[in-house]
């Protein structure tokens, strides 16, 4: 018969491909993050740029885009946080980091 502690350690290893805790790695920020918004939304921070500084200018339009971007933005990120927290609590027992334990149960 094989020990549960055996089946635990080669469970761990199939589902985490022998990586340990992610102490320091998540959350935020780190590099994911800074290549996003310094990279990735350029384009996006041109456009809301340009609307206030170019030609021809509507300030009133320029803060509903604003506006808009600001909520469809705050909808996705509070969308997906409470998501995640769904997700940690069905599918791995407890909340992610960092409001949970760090790393493997």
Do not use: C
Not at 13 to 21: K, S
Not at 31 to 50: C, D, E, K, Q, W
Not at 69 to 89: E, K, S, Y
Request: glycine share 16%; no cysteine; hydrophobic share 50%.
């Amino acid at each position: 018969m094989i020990a549960p502690a055996s089946i635990a350690s080669a469970l761990s290893f199939v589902l985490y491909h022998g990586y340990e805790g992610t102490e320091g790695l998540t959350g935020f920020p780190n590099i994911g993050t800074y290549l996003i918004f310094g990279v990735i939304l350029v384009p996006v921070y041109v456009m809301v740029i340009a609307w206030f500084v170019g030609e021809p200018r509507d300030s009133k339009t320029g803060l509903m885009g604003v506006t808009y971007l600001v909520g469809i933005t705050a909808q996705m990120w509070i969308g997906m946080f409470f998501l995640t927290m769904i997700i940690g609590i069905v599918f791995y027992g407890g909340l992610p980091e960092p409001f949970g334990s760090v790393g493997p149960p």
